[in-house]
């Protein structure tokens, strides 16, 4: 038959077992699938016997698995949900010469998982020949061979089964045999004797034919000798042998032993034994010893690649005459194959926040074996927060079992174990790796809880003052941090006008130079954010702390400092050593070690009368004052504060050592004249003033009749104290380092004799001054001898002028003038006094 016809042929045939066999069987389906179709055929379309939606099959990852091979026969078009052919099904390499030849396939779908299971029938195809094992069948027979004997001849192998298979046999047409065929074997039978000596050698052609459509053949020659007289042919003793072989038997194993008897004597009675046909996959597995009849085994025994052998054995005796027995070899299953662990799916990688119970993956697990041996057990041995949950058949899936936290646990080996339960059992392992994705659930956290830092007044702007660090868990853009300032107010001005941060690094710099005197410290608040959606932040305390530097010099707030005015201070010649005369008061803005005070005299005018207090800034007299000191002493005193480096101050001390002003006339040449003219003209004005106002008044009381009067009193409060006003606002009163205290107060006295302006400072009310309930108060009548007493000092200060609040208001008016009159005349006397005063 042509190679054209043939496949026309074999066309239609496929087509015709096409025809699909679609049944439902506990959720299965069936297909009948020839053989040897060509690459993308249909088989079927999945979708539609299923009820499935075709444009689900992507998204939930259709696919199709084979058990224990790594062939695929077919597979899915998840476009049109067609079962197709994805390689060459050969029904004889599959299924041998078994009657039904199945495949099985799992059709798996995900989201929801979903497990059907599909069966192929393979139909067999006319696609193989029958075939002799020889081209050449040598026989010798005997010329005294009888009529009828049959001489058995090997049968025709043809690899399809069923009616594809060997279905008849022709033998040529000759004068002397015929054929005989029944189910076991094929006999040539003697029709006619044969007659050495009119033919010594005959050729027949022996022609097996199949049922297939097209028809396919196979033939054989058979020579015949004529030989003389052997008429017996060896006999085995069974026509089936069968044994049972466990896989994996070592080489030279003892299968079987057969044996054949012939009844003749001689070499026609020798029987040798030999395979009849044998395939090529067998052809390596079993040999039989020739002279013994015993099957061993030469090759690999495997229950997963064959299951059963089937072998023809022949006896031949030593002219040639031939018989055959069949030989059947069952193999039995061992334990010898590793649960295999596949992964079907995996969710990788996985949210930190999934909830438990999720599925993340599907494992399928597969054994070889048969029954007991391939039945297998899967679970998962580390302390990890997944499990296996048994799903379908040998299906598992892998579902987490606690929340997730990819900050503690990155990523996780998850090794899974599988075990059947053969004997001894056999355990295989798969290790799955999963990471955890990130999700940004853990906001910034400063390494403190707060941060100081220092700075130095004066600093440079852009200087640095601290770093603030945060560390955010998370990864990548969820852990990284951005440093800012909070908005807020420092000495009512925004922060960022003082500080800056840098967003990367958290380093805080200065913005601006700070002054100790103007802010000691403040507190600005760092917000640290991380990058992800949503930004989670976290804020943190900065104290900033601005350390005093010495860049303020002392300064003298008495006296004035030299240059602003000429001061005078009157020295009692009675003074005893140790008495104070004069104190020195001066501040610092600056604080601590750089606002000590120490006072030191530089210069003076006697160096061994006076020393002043190095603390206290009091002036003192070291011994009795003599007569032979000199009345005019100068003391130039110099402050200095302990800072580093130090800073001073000096200022001028004019003393006057004298008990009345009256005894040094030479002090008239001390005088400003030209700053103290205005003023001059001033208080003549006022004087005039005064004087008229005053006459008019002595007219006004003599035309008063009646006037009750009661005595008015003058109230002088001696105590003049330097207020607080006068103080910079910057002073801190640091005791003990030579400020002004509060505790000091000096009574003031002018004399009414001097010619000239003087203020006189005494002692302190701590060294021997009247109490502050003992201060000079004066009645009218005693106001007047003041006036009149030129020597006499008078108070001052503050002036109480006290009356009775039923007195006639004429009464008190010309008090009023005699007072600011004589008041009047006392500051043109003594103007220099005056102006101390002011």
Known sequence: MGDKGFSALRMSVCFAFFIVALHLVNGDLSYSVPEEMKRDSVIGNIAKDLGLDVRTLSSRKARVDFEGSQKRYCDINLRTGDLITSERTDRESLCGKKPSCVVKVDLVLENPLELHRLSLHIQDVNDNSPKFRESLIEMEISESADKGNRFSIEEAHDADIGQNAVQRYNLQKNDNFILAVDSNKVELVLENTLDREKQKELNLLLT??????????????????????????????????????????????????????????????????????????????????????????????????????????????????????????????????????????????????????????????????????????????????????????????????????REVVSDYNITISATDEGSPPLSSSKTVQLSVADINDNPPVFEEQSYSAYASENNKPGSTLCSVSARDPDWRQNGTVIYSLLAGEVNGAPVSSYVSVNGDTGVIHAVRSFDYEQLRSFKVHVMARDNGSPPLSSNVTVSVFISDVNDNCPQILYPAPEGNSFMTELVPKSAHGGSVVSKVIAVDADSGQNAWLSYHIVKSTDPGLFSIGVHSGEIRTQRDISESDSMKQNLIVAVKDNGQPSLSATCSMYLLISDNLAEVPELKDISYEEKNSKL???????????????????????????????????????????????????????????????????????????????????????????????????????????????????????????????????????????????YLIFILVDLDAFRSVL
């Open 208 to 405: 097996a034919l199949d049922g297939g459509s097209p028809q396919r053949s196979g033939t054989v020659v058979i020579h015949v000798t004529v030989l003389d007289a052997n008429d017996n042919a060896p006999v085995f003793s069974q026509a089936v042998y069968k044994a049972s072989l466990p896989e994996n038997s070592p080489a030279d194993t003892t299968v079987i032993h057969v044996s054949a008897t012939d009844a003749d004597e001689g070499v026609n009675g020798d029987v040798t034994y030999h395979f009849g046909h044998v395939s090529d996959d067998d052809v390596n597995v079993f040999s039989i010893d020739p002279k013994t009849g015993v099957i061993r085994v030469t090759g690999v025994i495997d229950f997963e690649e064959r299951s059963s052998f089937e072998m023809r054995v022949q006896a031949k005796d030593g002219l040639g005459l031939t018989s055959y027995a069949k030989v059947i070899i069952d193999v039995t299953d061992v334990n010898d194959n590793a649960p295999v662990i596949y992964l079907k799916s995996l969710t990788d990688p996985i949210p930190e926040n999934v909830s438990p119970g999720t599925e993340v993956g599907i494992i399928n697990v597969q054994d070889r074996d048969s029954e007991t041996n391939g039945q297998v057990r899967c679970s998962i041995q580390q302390n990890v927060p997944f499990k296996l949950v048994p799903s379908i058949k040998n299906y598992y899936s892998l579902v987490s079992t606690g929340q997730l936290d």
């Open 680 to 822: 001059t003209s001033y208080l003549i004005i006022a004087l005039v003033c005064v004087s008229t106002f005053f006459l008019t008044f002595i007219i006004i009381i003599l035309g008063v009749r009646f006037c009750r009067r009661r005595k008015p009193r003058l109230l002088f409060d001696g105590a003049v104290a330097i207020p607080g006003a006068y103080l910079p606002p910057n002073y801190a009163d640091v005791d003990g380092t030579g400020t002004l205290r509060s505790a000091y107060n000096y009574d003031a006295y002018l004399t009414t004799g001097s010619r000239t302006s003087d203020f006189k400072f005494v002692t302190s009310y701590n060294d021997n001054t009247l109490p502050a309930e003992q201060t000079l108060r004066k009645s009218p009548s005693d106001f007047a001898e003041v006036f009149d007493q030129p020597d006499e000092s008078f108070e001052v200060g503050h002036l109480f002028l006290t009356f009775n609040s039923d007195c006639d208001f004429p009464v008190v008016l010309p008090w009023a003038a005699v007072f600011a009159y004589k």
